[in-house]
Protein backbone atom coordinates (compact mmCIF):
# COMPACT_ATOMS: atom_id res chain seq x y z
CA UNK A 1 0.00 0.00 0.00
CA UNK A 2 1.72 3.54 -0.93
CA UNK A 3 1.98 6.14 1.84
CA UNK A 4 0.90 8.82 -0.70
CA UNK A 5 0.01 11.30 2.37
CA UNK A 6 3.48 11.24 3.71
CA UNK A 7 5.05 11.36 0.25
CA UNK A 8 2.86 14.51 -0.55
CA UNK A 9 3.82 15.93 3.02
CA UNK A 10 7.70 15.66 1.60
CA UNK A 11 6.70 17.38 -1.03
CA UNK A 12 4.99 19.92 0.50
CA UNK A 13 8.25 21.03 2.74
CA UNK A 14 10.41 21.15 -0.43
CA UNK A 15 8.13 23.40 -1.95
CA UNK A 16 7.55 25.76 0.71
CA UNK A 17 11.50 25.58 0.80
CA UNK A 18 11.74 26.69 -2.63
CA UNK A 19 8.99 28.93 -2.47
CA UNK A 20 6.88 27.34 -4.77
CA UNK A 21 2.95 27.77 -4.46
CA UNK A 22 2.27 25.14 -6.30
CA UNK A 23 4.02 21.86 -8.75
CA UNK A 24 2.49 20.58 -12.02
CA UNK A 25 2.92 16.91 -11.99
CA UNK A 26 3.04 15.17 -15.60
CA UNK A 27 5.66 12.24 -15.53
CA UNK A 28 3.58 9.48 -15.38
CA UNK A 29 5.44 7.67 -12.93
CA UNK A 30 5.55 10.44 -10.50
CA UNK A 31 2.29 10.53 -11.03
CA UNK A 32 1.53 7.41 -9.40
CA UNK A 33 4.33 7.74 -7.12
CA UNK A 34 1.96 10.56 -5.37
CA UNK A 35 -1.46 9.86 -6.05
CA UNK A 36 -1.80 5.92 -6.89
CA UNK A 37 -3.05 6.48 -10.05
CA UNK A 38 -2.48 3.90 -12.26
CA UNK A 39 -3.88 5.33 -15.68
CA UNK A 40 -1.10 5.24 -18.35
CA UNK A 41 -0.58 7.51 -21.01
CA UNK A 42 -0.13 6.99 -24.80
CA UNK A 43 2.71 9.02 -25.07
CA UNK A 44 4.06 12.54 -23.57
CA UNK A 45 1.22 14.63 -25.90
CA UNK A 46 -1.43 12.30 -24.52
CA UNK A 47 -1.94 12.48 -21.14
CA UNK A 48 -3.90 10.26 -18.61
CA UNK A 49 -4.12 13.29 -16.38
CA UNK A 50 -2.16 15.70 -14.31
CA UNK A 51 -1.62 16.69 -10.46
CA UNK A 52 -1.93 19.93 -9.13
CA UNK A 53 0.07 19.92 -5.90
CA UNK A 54 -0.22 23.03 -3.79
CA UNK A 55 2.34 23.49 -1.35
CA UNK A 56 -0.56 24.14 1.05
CA UNK A 57 -3.64 22.57 0.89
CA UNK A 58 -5.44 19.82 -0.94
CA UNK A 59 -4.12 18.22 -4.19
CA UNK A 60 -6.06 18.02 -7.11
CA UNK A 61 -5.64 15.23 -9.69
CA UNK A 62 -6.75 16.97 -13.44
CA UNK A 63 -8.01 14.51 -16.12
CA UNK A 64 -11.01 13.93 -18.59
CA UNK A 65 -13.47 12.05 -18.78
CA UNK A 66 -12.47 8.89 -20.19
CA UNK A 67 -10.65 8.50 -16.73
CA UNK A 68 -13.05 10.00 -14.13
CA UNK A 69 -13.97 6.72 -12.42
CA UNK A 70 -10.54 5.39 -12.23
CA UNK A 71 -9.18 8.30 -10.89
CA UNK A 72 -11.88 9.44 -8.73
CA UNK A 73 -11.26 5.01 -7.41
CA UNK A 74 -7.41 5.54 -7.01
CA UNK A 75 -6.41 8.63 -6.00
CA UNK A 76 -7.82 8.62 -2.82
CA UNK A 77 -7.08 12.33 -1.00
CA UNK A 78 -6.96 14.19 -4.62
CA UNK A 79 -9.76 16.36 -5.52
CA UNK A 80 -10.42 15.24 -9.21
CA UNK A 81 -11.77 17.81 -11.91
CA UNK A 82 -12.43 17.47 -15.06
CA UNK A 83 -11.47 19.71 -18.51
CA UNK A 84 -13.51 19.42 -20.91
CA UNK A 85 -12.21 22.21 -23.09
CA UNK A 86 -8.36 20.98 -22.24
CA UNK A 87 -5.64 21.29 -19.06
CA UNK A 88 -4.75 24.77 -19.98
CA UNK A 89 -8.16 26.34 -20.04
CA UNK A 90 -8.88 24.30 -16.69
CA UNK A 91 -5.54 25.91 -14.94
CA UNK A 92 -6.15 29.02 -16.10
CA UNK A 93 -9.99 29.31 -13.53
CA UNK A 94 -8.16 27.21 -11.11
CA UNK A 95 -4.90 29.16 -10.17
CA UNK A 96 -6.48 32.73 -9.37
CA UNK A 97 -8.74 30.84 -7.52
CA UNK A 98 -6.06 29.55 -5.67
CA UNK A 99 -3.74 32.26 -5.10
CA UNK A 100 -1.39 30.24 -7.15
CA UNK A 101 1.03 32.79 -8.47
CA UNK A 102 4.30 30.56 -8.94
CA UNK A 103 3.71 27.11 -10.69
CA UNK A 104 6.52 24.89 -10.61
CA UNK A 105 6.41 22.68 -13.52
CA UNK A 106 8.78 19.38 -14.90
CA UNK A 107 10.83 20.73 -17.16
CA UNK A 108 12.36 17.05 -18.11
CA UNK A 109 8.62 16.20 -18.90
CA UNK A 110 6.95 19.43 -20.34
CA UNK A 111 7.33 19.60 -24.57
CA UNK A 112 8.91 23.22 -25.32
CA UNK A 113 5.09 23.10 -27.09
CA UNK A 114 3.18 22.79 -23.63
CA UNK A 115 5.67 25.33 -21.85
CA UNK A 116 4.88 28.30 -24.78
CA UNK A 117 1.02 27.17 -24.44
CA UNK A 118 1.10 27.79 -20.83
CA UNK A 119 2.75 31.24 -21.18
CA UNK A 120 0.45 32.07 -22.83
CA UNK A 121 -2.62 31.09 -21.32
CA UNK A 122 -1.46 31.93 -17.61
CA UNK A 123 -0.93 35.71 -18.03
CA UNK A 124 0.20 36.88 -14.31
CA UNK A 125 1.40 33.27 -13.35
CA UNK A 126 5.16 32.42 -12.94
CA UNK A 127 6.47 29.69 -14.17
CA UNK A 128 9.43 27.53 -12.52
CA UNK A 129 11.29 25.19 -14.42
CA UNK A 130 12.45 21.99 -12.09
CA UNK A 131 14.00 18.95 -12.49
CA UNK A 132 14.19 16.02 -10.29
CA UNK A 133 11.81 17.08 -7.77
CA UNK A 134 9.99 13.36 -7.13
CA UNK A 135 12.62 11.72 -8.57
CA UNK A 136 15.05 11.99 -5.63
CA UNK A 137 12.59 11.34 -2.96
CA UNK A 138 12.05 8.18 -5.05
CA UNK A 139 15.49 6.98 -4.47
CA UNK A 140 15.09 6.17 -1.18
CA UNK A 141 12.84 2.83 -0.92
CA UNK A 142 10.60 2.47 1.99
CA UNK A 143 10.00 -1.04 3.17
CA UNK A 144 7.23 -2.09 1.36
CA UNK A 145 8.75 -0.81 -2.09
CA UNK A 146 11.58 -2.84 -1.36
CA UNK A 147 9.09 -6.30 -0.56
CA UNK A 148 7.19 -5.44 -3.64
CA UNK A 149 11.05 -5.01 -5.54
CA UNK A 150 11.79 -8.31 -3.88
CA UNK A 151 8.41 -10.08 -5.34
CA UNK A 152 9.38 -8.37 -8.57
CA UNK A 153 12.31 -10.30 -9.11
CA UNK A 154 11.62 -13.56 -7.46
CA UNK A 155 8.22 -13.59 -10.04
CA UNK A 156 10.93 -12.49 -12.66
CA UNK A 157 13.29 -15.33 -12.06
CA UNK A 158 10.23 -17.67 -11.70
CA UNK A 159 9.18 -16.91 -15.29
CA UNK A 160 12.99 -17.35 -16.58
CA UNK A 161 13.34 -20.68 -15.00
CA UNK A 162 9.62 -21.87 -16.31
CA UNK A 163 10.56 -20.97 -20.06
CA UNK A 164 14.46 -22.18 -19.71
CA UNK A 165 13.25 -25.21 -19.30
CA UNK A 166 11.88 -25.40 -22.91
CA UNK A 167 14.71 -23.98 -24.81
CA UNK A 168 16.27 -25.94 -27.19
CA UNK A 169 18.08 -25.94 -31.05
CA UNK A 170 15.06 -24.92 -33.25
CA UNK A 171 13.58 -22.60 -31.56
CA UNK A 172 13.68 -19.08 -32.72
CA UNK A 173 14.58 -15.79 -30.88
CA UNK A 174 10.83 -14.54 -31.48
CA UNK A 175 9.20 -17.37 -30.02
CA UNK A 176 10.69 -17.46 -26.92
CA UNK A 177 10.65 -13.90 -26.32
CA UNK A 178 6.91 -14.44 -26.93
CA UNK A 179 7.10 -17.34 -24.59
CA UNK A 180 8.45 -15.22 -21.66
CA UNK A 181 5.72 -12.62 -21.90
CA UNK A 182 2.70 -15.16 -22.23
CA UNK A 183 4.34 -16.92 -18.87
CA UNK A 184 4.88 -13.42 -17.05
CA UNK A 185 0.73 -12.69 -17.91
CA UNK A 186 0.02 -16.24 -16.70
CA UNK A 187 2.04 -15.65 -13.63
CA UNK A 188 0.18 -12.51 -12.85
CA UNK A 189 2.60 -9.52 -14.32
CA UNK A 190 0.98 -6.36 -15.28
CA UNK A 191 3.04 -6.47 -18.67
CA UNK A 192 6.91 -6.60 -19.34
CA UNK A 193 9.09 -3.82 -18.03
CA UNK A 194 10.32 -3.40 -21.43
CA UNK A 195 10.71 -5.16 -24.44
CA UNK A 196 11.75 -8.76 -23.95
CA UNK A 197 15.24 -9.48 -25.48
CA UNK A 198 16.06 -13.08 -26.77
CA UNK A 199 19.46 -13.03 -29.01
CA UNK A 200 21.09 -15.70 -30.29
CA UNK A 201 24.94 -16.38 -31.11
CA UNK A 202 26.48 -13.00 -32.84
CA UNK A 203 23.23 -11.41 -32.17
CA UNK A 204 23.65 -11.75 -28.89
CA UNK A 205 26.34 -9.19 -28.81
CA UNK A 206 24.10 -6.67 -29.25
CA UNK A 207 22.88 -5.48 -25.73
CA UNK A 208 19.75 -4.33 -26.85
CA UNK A 209 18.98 -6.94 -29.67
CA UNK A 210 16.00 -7.56 -31.28
CA UNK A 211 14.03 -10.52 -31.20
CA UNK A 212 13.83 -12.11 -34.84
CA UNK A 213 13.37 -15.32 -36.59
CA UNK A 214 17.13 -16.69 -36.08
CA UNK A 215 16.75 -20.51 -35.28
CA UNK A 216 18.92 -21.55 -32.40
CA UNK A 217 21.52 -23.67 -33.37
CA UNK A 218 23.44 -25.81 -30.87
CA UNK A 219 26.54 -24.78 -28.89
CA UNK A 220 24.69 -21.26 -29.63
CA UNK A 221 25.26 -18.26 -26.83
CA UNK A 222 21.98 -17.16 -25.82
CA UNK A 223 21.01 -13.92 -24.32
CA UNK A 224 17.56 -13.07 -22.64
CA UNK A 225 17.17 -9.96 -21.07
CA UNK A 226 14.11 -9.44 -19.51
CA UNK A 227 11.65 -7.86 -16.60
CA UNK A 228 8.34 -7.55 -15.24
CA UNK A 229 5.97 -5.18 -13.41
CA UNK A 230 4.03 -6.81 -10.81
CA UNK A 231 2.00 -4.36 -8.31
CA UNK A 232 3.34 -1.74 -10.06
CA UNK A 233 7.93 -2.25 -9.30
CA UNK A 234 9.87 -3.55 -12.14
CA UNK A 235 12.11 -5.90 -12.06
CA UNK A 236 15.06 -6.22 -14.36
CA UNK A 237 17.57 -9.38 -15.41
CA UNK A 238 19.64 -10.48 -17.75
CA UNK A 239 21.11 -14.22 -17.89
CA UNK A 240 23.58 -15.78 -20.76
CA UNK A 241 24.01 -19.61 -21.44
CA UNK A 242 25.21 -21.91 -23.79
CA UNK A 243 22.34 -24.51 -25.69
CA UNK A 244 24.42 -26.85 -25.47
CA UNK A 245 28.12 -27.26 -23.71
CA UNK A 246 29.95 -24.43 -23.65
CA UNK A 247 33.81 -24.40 -25.01
CA UNK A 248 36.55 -22.88 -22.62
CA UNK A 249 36.32 -19.49 -23.72
CA UNK A 250 32.95 -19.09 -23.09
CA UNK A 251 33.30 -20.50 -19.49
CA UNK A 252 36.83 -18.30 -18.70
CA UNK A 253 34.88 -14.64 -20.04
CA UNK A 254 31.68 -15.86 -17.88
CA UNK A 255 33.88 -16.15 -14.75
CA UNK A 256 35.67 -12.87 -15.31
CA UNK A 257 32.27 -11.75 -15.14
CA UNK A 258 30.73 -13.47 -12.46
CA UNK A 259 33.88 -12.08 -10.36
CA UNK A 260 33.09 -8.35 -11.41
CA UNK A 261 29.18 -9.15 -10.37
CA UNK A 262 30.41 -10.49 -6.65
CA UNK A 263 32.87 -7.24 -6.24
CA UNK A 264 30.41 -4.85 -7.11
CA UNK A 265 27.92 -6.66 -4.71
CA UNK A 266 31.09 -6.97 -2.06
CA UNK A 267 31.34 -3.17 -2.09
CA UNK A 268 27.76 -2.25 -1.91
CA UNK A 269 26.92 -0.83 1.59
CA UNK A 270 25.18 2.61 3.05
CA UNK A 271 26.84 5.86 2.35
CA UNK A 272 29.02 4.52 -0.67
CA UNK A 273 28.87 6.49 -4.11
CA UNK A 274 27.52 4.68 -6.89
CA UNK A 275 30.93 5.02 -8.87
CA UNK A 276 32.81 3.26 -5.63
CA UNK A 277 30.76 0.79 -6.82
CA UNK A 278 31.37 0.75 -10.38
CA UNK A 279 34.72 1.03 -10.07
CA UNK A 280 35.00 -2.34 -7.80
CA UNK A 281 33.68 -4.11 -10.98
CA UNK A 282 35.31 -2.35 -13.45
CA UNK A 283 38.91 -3.16 -12.01
CA UNK A 284 38.12 -6.68 -12.66
CA UNK A 285 37.09 -6.59 -15.92
CA UNK A 286 40.32 -4.08 -16.48
CA UNK A 287 42.75 -6.84 -15.08
CA UNK A 288 41.42 -9.62 -17.39
CA UNK A 289 42.11 -7.80 -20.16
CA UNK A 290 38.20 -6.91 -21.72
CA UNK A 291 37.95 -3.20 -19.99
CA UNK A 292 37.74 -2.13 -23.73
CA UNK A 293 34.47 -3.66 -24.12
CA UNK A 294 32.46 -2.50 -20.83
CA UNK A 295 31.36 0.96 -22.16
CA UNK A 296 28.22 1.03 -20.22
CA UNK A 297 27.71 2.07 -16.68
CA UNK A 298 27.51 -0.78 -14.18
CA UNK A 299 24.01 -0.59 -13.40
CA UNK A 300 20.94 1.42 -12.50
CA UNK A 301 17.99 1.59 -9.79
CA UNK A 302 14.43 0.01 -10.55
CA UNK A 303 11.03 0.85 -9.20
CA UNK A 304 8.35 2.24 -10.29
CA UNK A 305 10.25 2.38 -13.54
CA UNK A 306 12.66 -0.10 -14.62
CA UNK A 307 15.42 2.45 -14.96
CA UNK A 308 15.60 4.88 -12.38
CA UNK A 309 18.01 6.53 -9.68
CA UNK A 310 20.36 5.67 -8.66
CA UNK A 311 22.73 5.22 -11.54
Not at 71 to 90: D, S, T
Not at 155 to 169: D, H, S, W
Not at 239 to 257: H, I, M, N, S, W
Amino acid sequence: MMDTGARLAALRSRLRRKKYDALLVTEPYNRRYLSGYTAADHGIDESAGVLLVPALGRPYLLTDSRFLLQAEEEAAGFEVLLYPKGLHALLKKLLPRLGIRELAFESHYTLYSTLQKMEKTLAGVTLAATTGLIERMRVIKSEDEIALLKQSVLRNEQVFELVYNTIEPGMSEREIALALELTMHELGAERPSFETIVAFGGNAARPHAVPGDRILKPGEIVLIDMGLVLNGYCSDMTRTFVAGKPDRTYLERQRVVRRAQLAGTRAIRSGVTCRHVDHAARKIIDEAGYGKYFGHALGHGVGLAVHEEPR
